[in-house]
Antibody, heavy 117, light 109 residues
C-alpha cells in the first residue's frame, strides 16, 4: 500500500523557518517524483515544486523560488520541504504528493503551518 | 502562465442526479488535465487523469471529457458520499508547471 506520512503541524514565529518531512512507503521511492502543494483559504491549491529523488533534481513554481527548498533522502525514503522567512501569508496546509507525470496519484495527510507571534 | 477557470463555484444537486463541472484553460493544454475530489478534513484524491482516464479504485459513475481548452467532469447518479469539493488541475511540460482550478463545492439539495 502506497503511503505518504507527513510530519506534524507547526506553529512558528514570523521570520523563522520550518522544515517538514514526507516519508514514503509501499513503492520504490526513486521511481517517482515528489511534489509539494500549498492549500490556503484565500489562494486555493498551489503547486510549489517537485523533486526527482533519483537524480536530486528540483523544479519550482516561480512564485515559491527563494521561499521553499526541496530535498530528499534516498536512504530513508523521505522528502523534505523547508520554508524560510515565514509570514502570515505562509499559514496554510502543505501536502506532499507522488507525481505520475501529469497528475498526483497519492497525497500525504498534510501539515498545517500557522505563522503567529 | 496558463490560467484555469472552473465553474460553477458551488453546486447543489439531489441524490441520483447527474452533475457536470467544467474547467476552461487559457490556452490549449492537450488533455493534460486531472480532476480531484477533496472531502472536508481530508487530502485531495485523484479521480481522473489525462482528461478522461479513471484513476484506480474510482467508481465508474465518474467520467472526464474534453480537449483543447474545455474540459468537464461528470458524476452520474449522485451519491451522498460524493459531497465534496472538486478541483481541476493542468500540467505543462516546459517549464514544469501545475495549475489548479479554484474548486467546486458540491452539496446535496
Amino acid at each position: 500500500e502506497v503511503k505518504l506520512q507527513q510530519s506534524g503541524d507547526e506553529l512558528v514565529r514570523p521570520g523563522a523557518s520550518v522544515k517538514m518531512s514526507c516519508k514514503a512507503s509501499g513503492y520504490t521511492f526513486t521511481d517517482y517524483a515528489m511534489h509539494w502543494v500549498k492549500q490556503s483559504p484565500g489562494q486555493g491549491l498551489e503547486w510549489i515544486g517537485t523533486i526527482i529523488p533519483l537524480i536530486d533534481t528540483t523544479s519550482y513554481n516561480q512564485k515559491f523560488k527563494g521561499k521553499a527548498t526541496l530535498t530528499a533522502d534516498k536512504s530513508s525514503n523521505t522528502a523534505y520541504m523547508e520554508l524560510s522567512r515565514l509570514t502570515s501569508e505562509d499559514s496554510a496546509v502543505y501536502y506532499c504528493a507522488r507525481g505520475t507525470g501529469s497528475s498526483f496519484d497519492y497525497w500525504g495527510q498534510g501539515v498545517m503551518v500557522t505563522v503567529s507571534s | 502562465d496558463i490560467q484555469m477557470t472552473q465553474s460553477p463555484a458551488s453546486l447543489s444537486a439531489s441524490l441520483g442526479e447527474t452533475v457536470t463541472i467544467e474547467c476552461r484553460a487559457s490556452e490549449d493544454i492537450y488533455s493534460n488535465l486531472a480532476w480531484y475530489q477533496q472531502k472536508p478534513g481530508n487530502s485531495p484524491q485523484l479521480l481522473i487523469y489525462d482528461a478522461n482516464s479513471l484513476a484506480d479504485g474510482v467508481p465508474s459513475r465518474f467520467s472526464g471529457s474534453g480537449s483543447g481548452t474545455q474540459y468537464s467532469l461528470k458524476i452520474n447518479s449522485l451519491q451522498s458520499e460524493d459531497v465534496a469539493s472538486y478541483f481541476c488541475q493542468q500540467y505543462n511540460n516546459y517549464p514544469p508547471m501545475y495549475t489548479f482550478g479554484a474548486g467546486t463545492k458540491l452539496e446535496l439539495k
